[in-house]
């Protein structure tokens, strides 16, 4: 009885086995099983990553001043580690002002759709009050009422580790701001876009790489479990939505879908 289980549930929802013991279910003798979605969907793995805490400066904001949710994809091997990611971006920017550490802040490790390897997890990466680096550093987007106010309170500052911390100008213009300051970026490790001499790591043209519904599940999951926390987060986009770049390839094709997951576990994003 409880093999078959466990077979009917994986061919049905499309959850490994060992999911089966992560989630409640119910018996009703007039409905066949059905699952009651939780509230809390994903453990969250912790990284201590080196960070450019002498050289780079940074900048804080609240957490609920984040609305939109970014998906990205590595553009390196899908084997590389979060730490890998935080090394290449610890080199990113001037030698006078380099990257304070990974851009992103949560990373989904997973293969692509086909391959076998071991489930997807998700790691954390850049605190989430911490403006990140993603969507473009001149991209500006507009702010609702409660950010606006959070702005003009002097919420949002910047400087470097045992520095002050002070408002930058720049980073609002005509009641818009920059859209780093807004959003959080979430990285899918691995290569989705097609091969060019730019894009070394990419796929050829025979064959494509997309993701595997165990990474869109858990994109979906990890979104939910953040906007059940964080109730402003109702947008998920995509890099290219903010500017001209094949980021995140063909994981762009998938937002509806992943979208669509996240409903059923009671979220709704636009």
């Not at 550490?101 to 692509?112: D, G, K, L």
Request: proline share 7%; with cysteine.
């Amino acid at each position: 009885m409880i093999l078959a289980l466990l077979s009917w549930t994986t061919v049905s929802w499309g959850f490994s086995t060992d999911c089966f013991f992560c989630l409640p279910w119910k018996q009703d003798n007039t409905r066949p099983l059905v699952p009651e979605w939780p509230i809390e969907y994903v453990k969250i793995e912790k990284v201590d990553y080196e960070r450019n805490s002498q050289t780079a400066s940074f900048c804080r904001r609240p957490e609920d001043m984040v609305d939109t949710i970014v998906i990205h994809h590595s553009e390196t091997p899908s084997t590389d580690s979060p730490e890998r990611i935080n090394d290449l971006h610890l080199n990113r920017g001037t030698p006078a002002d380099p990257w304070y550490m990974i851009a992103y802040s949560y990373v989904v490790n997973s293969p692509y759709a086909g391959a076998l390897s071991p489930r997807a997890r998700v790691t954390e990466g850049r605190p989430l009050d911490l403006v990140g680096a993603h969507a473009g550093s001149n991209i500006f987007v507009p702010m609702d009422e409660d950010q606006k106010k959070m702005w003009k309170d002097g919420k949002i500052t910047c400087g470097k580790e045992g520095g002050d911390f002070t408002v930058d100008p720049s980073m609002e213009k005509n009641g818009t701001i920059k859209a780093n300051v807004t959003t959080i970026g979430l990285v899918v490790i691995g290569n989705y876009s097609p091969f060019s001499k730019t894009n070394p790591n990419g796929y050829s043209k025979k064959n494509p790489r997309y993701p595997t519904l165990q990474t869109q599940d858990m994109i979906a999951r990890t979104s939910c479990q953040l906007q059940k926390k964080y109730p402003r987060m109702k947008s998920i986009k995509w890099h290219s939505y903010y500017h001209s770049t094949s980021c995140p390839g063909t994981i762009k094709e998938y937002i509806g879908k992943i979208k669509t997951l996240a409903r059923k576990y009671g979220c709704e994003f636009n």
